[in-house]
């Protein structure tokens, strides 16, 4: 059993994160400050020091020089926030043997470790090229997994995929463009009991209506003009499994009623076939409009509606995981590096201030985009200001420049709350001021 020495002087961190090594068989000793930590390597021998870069009484920098000059065999992971990753990479260099950026997960702690004690004794150059390849590994343990946030609302997200994933419940997923609603989709097949079937996902969207029926149900050769063949629909394809229909508004009225009656009575009939075919398939719809208001006009059915819509969950924008954007730019960044074949290690300062500053209104999708873009005209270790697209910054200042706080600033408030229909948090985020501040301000200025 591998002997760790964990040095955090955030003590809650500290003990949720020895019951979690502990859990997976590694003996730790815990440190709250460098002192002690000092203290405690001269009593006993360890296989591995894990320390936080920032001590109240002392830097991480530092405290890893002294341990790597007395004690050259044992190794060091430096814990750290991304602003100082280039401070952490500058580490790995004089000696250290890796980094951690917080927020971390799981996995990455896991792997890191894990690779570390198996490299004791590599030389520097070997120790920056592992960076590489233990993002690698990260990636791979996370690829074919829901990325779990911090955020209130990633949990809360996180916690409604658990609760509903194991029924069989019809599941409709509501948020803007771009937040991963088929991610959603796909992690509650993967956690229920059809996980071993088919997932297939359609984006109805992209479905002529006169080709709907063929599309979801199947036609038998000769059905119609073009129909030279047999074709089994998304739903026979499915059975047994789970179907997602993404943008589930866009069908037309008759697609509705055709939908409607598969879902009712389980079964269907492909196009030209007097056979019914029994279908055991989970609905999983997903919409970014109001589909209560589109059965009011009459839009969508409310008969449909209610079938679709057992259990309803929010999938949140980016500005609403705004704890969650480093977690989602290092995921994103090591997918682009292993497509792209890169070795891009994290972003520089500046750029991360612009990106935690950008209110990204196409949310993941574009972050992915942004940064797949970016590993790809990264030539050196980090992403820089120049490998971000113009708009990006023109989209940043015209917000920035429209709600910053001025003379106008009891109308500049107004404005921020009509913008996010009185949502107070929204409101204060556009403002870039915090929550208490914003509230202060409408008592200050008699604003309900």
Same mark, same amino acid.
């Given at each position: 059993?591998?002997k760790?020495?964990?040095i955090?002087?955030? %003590? !809650?961190f500290?003990k949720?994160?020895?019951k979690?090594?502990?859990?997976?068989?590694?003996?730790?000793?815990i440190?709250?400050?460098?002192? *002690?930590?000092?203290?405690?390597?001269? $009593?006993?021998?360890?296989?591995?020091?894990? /320390?936080d870069?920032? @001590?109240? #009484?002392y830097d +991480?920098?530092?405290?890893?020089?002294?341990?790597?000059?007395?004690?050259?065999? /044992? !190794?060091?992971?430096?814990m750290?926030?991304?602003?100082?990753?280039?401070?952490a990479?500058?580490a790995?260099?004089?000696?250290?043997?890796d980094?951690i950026?917080?927020?971390?997960n799981?996995?990455?702690?896991?792997?890191?470790?894990?690779? /570390?004690l198996?490299?004791?004794?590599?030389?520097?150059?070997?120790?920056? *090229?592992?960076?590489?390849?233990?993002k690698?590994?990260?990636?791979?343990?996370?690829?074919?997994?829901? %990325?779990?946030?911090?955020?209130?609302?990633s949990?809360?997200?996180?916690?409604?995929?658990?609760?509903?994933?194991p029924?069989?419940?019809?599941v409709?997923?509501?948020?803007?463009?771009g937040?991963?609603? *088929?991610?959603?989709? &796909?992690?509650i097949?993967?956690?229920s009991?059809?996980k071993? /079937?088919?997932?297939?996902?359609?984006?109805c969207g992209?479905?002529p209506k006169?080709?709907?029926?063929?599309?979801?149900?199947g036609?038998?050769k000769?059905?119609?003009?073009?129909?030279?063949? #047999?074709?089994?629909?998304f739903?026979e394809?499915a059975n047994g499994?789970?179907?997602?229909? #993404?943008?589930? +508004?866009?069908l037309?009225?008759?697609?509705?009623?055709q939908? @409607?009656?598969?879902?009712? $009575?389980?079964?269907?009939?492909? =196009?030209g076939?007097?056979?019914e075919?029994? =279908?055991?398939?989970?609905?999983?719809t997903?919409?970014?409009? #109001?589909?209560?208001?589109? %059965?009011?006009?009459?839009d969508?059915?409310?008969?449909?509606?209610?079938?679709?819509?057992?259990?309803?969950?929010?999938?949140?924008?980016? %500005?609403?995981?705004e704890?969650?954007?480093?977690?989602f730019l290092?995921?994103?960044? $090591?997918?682009?590096?292993? $497509?792209?074949?890169?070795d891009?290690?994290g972003?520089s300062a500046?750029v991360? &201030?612009?990106?935690?500053?950008?209110?990204?209104p196409?949310?993941?999708?574009?972050?992915q985009?942004?940064i797949?873009?970016?590993t790809?005209?990264?030539?050196g270790?980090?992403?820089?200001?120049?490998?971000l697209?113009?708009?990006?910054?023109h989209?940043e200042?015209s917000l920035?420049?429209?709600?910053?706080?001025?003379?106008n600033?009891k109308e500049?408030?107004?404005?921020a709350?009509?913008?996010?229909n009185?949502?107070k948090?929204e409101?204060?985020?556009l403002?870039?001021?915090?929550?208490?501040?914003?509230?202060?301000?409408?008592?200050?200025?008699?604003?309900n």
């Amino acid at each position: 059993m591998a002997k760790i020495l964990l040095i955090e002087d955030d %003590v !809650p961190f500290c003990k949720l994160l020895e019951k979690f090594l502990v859990k997976n068989s590694y003996e730790v000793t815990i440190s709250f400050s460098a002192l *002690e930590a000092k203290a405690k390597i001269k $009593e006993e021998s360890y296989d591995l020091i894990l /320390t936080d870069l920032r @001590l109240p #009484d002392y830097d +991480g920098i530092e405290l890893m020089s002294e341990i790597k000059a007395e004690y050259p065999d /044992t !190794p060091v992971l430096l814990m750290t926030g991304y602003s100082d990753v280039n401070t952490a990479v500058k580490a790995i260099k004089n000696g250290a043997a890796d980094y951690i950026s917080k927020p971390f997960n799981p996995e990455e702690v896991l792997i890191v470790i894990s690779n /570390t004690l198996a490299d004791k004794g590599s030389e520097k150059s070997e120790k920056v *090229e592992k960076i590489s390849k233990n993002k690698k590994e990260i990636l791979k343990a996370k690829s074919n997994s829901f %990325v779990q946030g911090i955020s209130s609302a990633s949990k809360k997200l996180a916690e409604y995929i658990q609760l509903v994933s194991p029924t069989n419940m019809s599941v409709l997923i509501i948020g803007e463009s771009g937040t991963g609603k *088929e991610v959603i989709a &796909k992690s509650i097949h993967e956690n229920s009991s059809r996980k071993q /079937t088919n997932f297939i996902a359609v984006d109805c969207g992209s479905i002529p209506k006169e080709l709907a029926a063929s599309e979801f149900f199947g036609h038998v050769k000769g059905s119609f003009t073009g129909a030279i063949q #047999d074709k089994i629909g998304f739903f026979e394809a499915a059975n047994g499994g789970t179907i997602f229909l #993404d943008e589930i +508004g866009n069908l037309s009225y008759e697609n509705q009623i055709q939908l @409607l009656r598969a879902l009712q $009575e389980r079964k269907i009939k492909p =196009v030209g076939s007097n056979k019914e075919v029994d =279908v055991d398939i989970r609905i999983i719809t997903a919409t970014n409009e #109001d589909l209560r208001e589109a %059965v009011k006009k009459g839009d969508f059915r409310e008969d449909l509606y209610h079938r679709i819509n057992e259990f309803s969950i929010h999938s949140p924008s980016l %500005v609403e995981r705004e704890e969650d954007l480093m977690l989602f730019l290092d995921f994103f960044l $090591e997918k682009s590096n292993q $497509e792209l074949n890169k070795d891009v290690i994290g972003f520089s300062a500046e750029v991360m &201030k612009i990106f935690q500053n950008y209110r990204w209104p196409g949310n993941l999708r574009e972050l992915q985009n942004c940064i797949k873009r970016a590993t790809l005209l990264t030539q050196g270790d980090f992403v820089e200001k120049s490998a971000l697209p113009a708009e990006f910054f023109h989209s940043e200042q015209s917000l920035s420049e429209e709600f910053s706080l001025s003379e106008n600033e009891k109308e500049t408030i107004l404005e921020a709350l009509n913008r996010t229909n009185n949502n107070k948090t929204e409101a204060a985020k556009l403002l870039k001021i915090n929550r208490k501040t914003l509230y202060n301000k409408l008592k200050s200025y008699g604003i309900n």
